[in-house]
């Protein structure tokens, strides 16, 4: 028997940070989690910021109380990761101190103008169908409004971190980030794993100074080892290495073992995401890049829904008080007593249909969420089936753009997130595309994956495939009901993918009412 290693890693989302002790047979030995309260302050309508050390002081408290729950276990620790939210960004002086608050992903607000393009650029991105995405993308960015609305802000910025990169600073003094991490509205050449050279076409969109761009590591390589301030914040052994890993979605896909492109791995989180493995440079979207994989040479097509199983947080905040109520008086997630009645609703919710797009993305601009079909027979739970139904109805859209994009065909469906907890959110999956959902051993699998990618750059396993052979166990396995699924594709077929379309006028015209 292969002896057991151990790894410590730091999972930063959205609603919660988590430190968890991972061997390298895929066992989570141990887990502390700390609930960010609140998740971010919004001082102006549509912003989204955080303290930049809320996070790193919710690592540091669940790193100290896990050390207290397993100290037997502590002192075999042998390397750190760090997974985190993407495209949350952090500037900094020179001695890493951030200058203002990070800007969350869910952050709205826009920069003015259009990117500093020479005519021809701007021709050739006409030409192409690209250049309203490049403005949009332009306005989009961070680091754009605050060169524009804190200009003194941007002028001190010394380095222009996303989360991860912050994180591995104040754990070992450096400023530097996985490539596999970066994702966010940021100059990266994901073909050459690194920034855009000056020159690139489509630098110009997000123009941020190479010298405040941090260094780049591939993924399980070392950042750093832990300082002895991080040692005494985490209760850590100083000199421990901290490696490389990638963003959390990055993580999830290796941690549900998605190595290969008939693979695809779904991910139930806060923002819901369909997403693979693919071994060339392929879009999912025209003009919208993949993401750098984990594994060498390799790229992640990935289509998102901003406000995934986040709507489910709504809905119980909104309509469940009752559930809500009755889970904490049984001492069990309100989810649970929802999920539970799923199985009142049949497929399709008697003809309910909720289309997701709260927030809008690049290719739906205008985007807002909908829900059509309401009758006298309709109860608040078919609005909650609705919901988990209209989530993964955009998912298959997604899936199927990318199917059509390489040619390929997806096999089976590995789930991920909180939201793949739920037998009965497996099996509609299944149902609706009507394929296996497999679900793996925990469904902690950023967490996994992180450690997973460790143990690859320790020299454990020697590549990914073999690290998902020891880490990444089958434990269900829900085969569709085609029968159902014939339900599903007709209403997909004949209405959802008709919705945004229709609707689409409509919420333009709402967006220049309200903006």
């Known amino acids: 028997m292969k002896q057991e290693h151990i790894v410590l890693t730091f999972d930063v989302g959205t609603q919660s940070s988590r430190a968890m002790l991972i061997n390298s047979r895929g066992d989570i030995l141990a887990k502390a989690q700390e609930t960010h309260e609140p998740p971010y302050d919004s001082p102006e309508p549509g912003f989204a910021e955080q303290r930049a050390d809320f996070y790193y002081e919710h690592i540091c408290r669940a790193s100290l109380e896990l050390k207290k729950s397993c100290a037997r276990l502590w002192g075999q620790i042998e390397a750190v990761t760090v997974t985190t939210i993407r495209d949350t960004t952090v500037c900094v002086d020179e001695n890493g101190s951030p200058l203002r608050p990070a800007i969350v992903w869910l952050d709205k607000r826009r920069a003015e103008g259009r990117p500093a393009m020479s005519q021809m650029t701007r021709l050739m991105l006409k030409a192409v169908g690209m250049e309203e995405t490049a403005n ?94 991080a ?3 985490t209760g850590l052994g100083t000199g421990l290495p901290v490696l490389a890993t990638g963003s959390d979605k990055a993580c999830e896909i290796l941690g549900l073992g998605c190595v290969t492109k008939e693979k695809a791995a779904v991910g139930f989180g806060t923002t819901a995401t369909v ?181 690859v750059g320790m020299g454990v396993f020697k590549d990914y495939e073999e690290a998902v052979c020891s880490m990444v166990h089958v434990k269900d396995v829900f085969e569709p009901d085609m029968k159902q699924h014939e339900i599903y594709e007709e209403l997909y077929e004949n209405v959802f993918r008709n919705i945004y379309g229709r609707l689409s006028p409509l919420y333009t015209k709402l967006n220049e009412i309200y903006r």
């Not at 804190?150 to 971190?161: A, H, M, S």
């Not at 003009?287 to 986040?310: A, K, L, M, N, V």
């Open 136 to 229: 949009l993308q332009f306005c989009k960015s961070h680091c754009n409004w605050i060169m524009q609305n804190e200009p003194d802000i941007w002028k001190r910025t010394y380095k222009y971190l996303l989360l991860s990169g912050y994180l591995t600073f104040k754990l070992t003094g450096n400023m530097a980030d996985a490539a596999a991490s970066l994702v966010g509205h940021l100059p990266v050449d994901a073909q050459n794993r690194s920034w855009q050279r000056k020159g690139a076409l489509t630098r110009p969109v997000f123009d941020i100074p190479e010298g405040k761009l941090c260094d780049i590591k591939e993924s399980g390589r070392q950042l750093g080892t832990i300082t002895e301030q």
């Open 231 to 233: 040692a005494r914040d």
């Open 275 to 455: 997403t693979y493995t693919m071994d060339r440079y392929v879009e999912p979207e025209r003009f919208i890049p993949p993401y750098i994989s984990i594994i060498p040479g390799c790229f992640t097509p990935e289509i998102e829904i901003y406000r995934g199983y986040w709507l489910i947080s709504w809905f119980k905040k909104e309509f469940a008080q009752k559930e809500v109520k009755q889970a904490a008086e049984l001492k069990i997630p309100a989810e649970e007593l929802l999920n539970e009645r799923l199985k009142e609703i049949p497929a399709g919710c008697d003809g309910l249909l909720f289309q997701p797009y709260f927030t809008p993305n690049v290719t739906m601009p205008a985007a807002r969420g909908a829900i059509i079909g309401f009758s006298d027979q309709h109860t608040r739970i078919h609005i909650y089936r609705a919901i988990v139904e209209g989530i993964n109805f955009a998912l298959m859209d997604g899936m199927r753009l990318m199917e059509r994009r390489t040619g390929h065909t997806f096999k089976e469906i590995r789930l991920g997130g909180g939201g793949s907890r739920s037998d009965e959110i497996c099996r509609i999956t299944a149902d609706m595309f009507g394929i296996p959902v497999i679900r793996t051993q925990t469904y902690e699998v950023t967490g996994v994956g992180s450690a997973m990618t460790a143990y």
